[in-house]
């Protein structure tokens, strides 16, 4: 075998285990926590104001790892573990064609003002959210914040902003259904 197969061989077998270890990172079946480099970066602020009583809205938030969740709540989010104030949850977030994310978080509640994440398992070694529940006159302000970091300086810097825009379009999401879910359950009552 000659050169010019060998390096085309090899080149082959380098994209093949880039590639790899690309979806590695992205779907988070591979992550990469070094402690070397580290770099933290804002999530949020984000916040949404609710006509819904402040109970009601924690109510929805939790209902995925406390109660039943819907059909839809359960392809994306799948409870692994209970405990007394906390559970265990894997989140699958769709992140292009057939390829979703998976990020394993523990969720604690503190009824009825908050719910903090910490990831466990995810595209980037360390997260931490906190969604605050506010009382106000006409219901409930829903706020997030939270924390993103990343390894191995600027590389991982790059490489946070692009998971932090898919992390807070999710977040987004996640907020307006909760705005939507708690109203329609306000409404009914």
Do not use: C
Not at 84 to 98: E, I
Not at 101 to 110: D, I, K, L, M, P
Not at 115 to 134: A, K, Q, W, Y
Not at 135 to 150: C, I, K, P
């Amino acid at each position: 075998m000659g050169w010019p197969v060998r390096l085309g061989v090899a080149a082959t077998a380098g994209a093949g285990v880039a590639a790899a270890g690309y979806l590695g990172l992205v779907t988070g079946a591979v992550p990469v926590d070094l402690g070397v480099g580290r770099r933290t970066r804002p999530l949020g602020p984000r916040a949404v104001d609710i006509q819904a009583p402040r109970e009601l809205v924690f109510d929805v938030v939790a209902q995925p790892y406390l109660g039943r969740p819907t059909h839809a709540l359960r392809e994306k989010v799948e409870v692994l573990e209970r405990g007394g104030d906390m559970v265990l949850a894997a989140h699958f977030t769709p992140v292009g064609g057939r390829i979703t994310a998976t990020t394993v978080e523990t969720v604690r509640f503190t009824r009825p003002e908050r719910v903090d994440f910490r990831l466990v398992r995810g595209p980037v070694p360390h997260v931490t959210e906190s969604f605050v529940l506010i009382d106000q006159e006409t219901g409930a302000r829903l706020e997030y914040r939270g924390e993103m970091g990343t390894d191995l300086w600027s590389l991982g810097e790059r490489w946070g902003q692009v998971v932090a825009r898919r992390w807070e379009e999710t977040v987004a999401a996640s907020l307006a259904s909760v705005k939507d879910e708690a109203e329609r359950r306000a409404a009914r009552r």
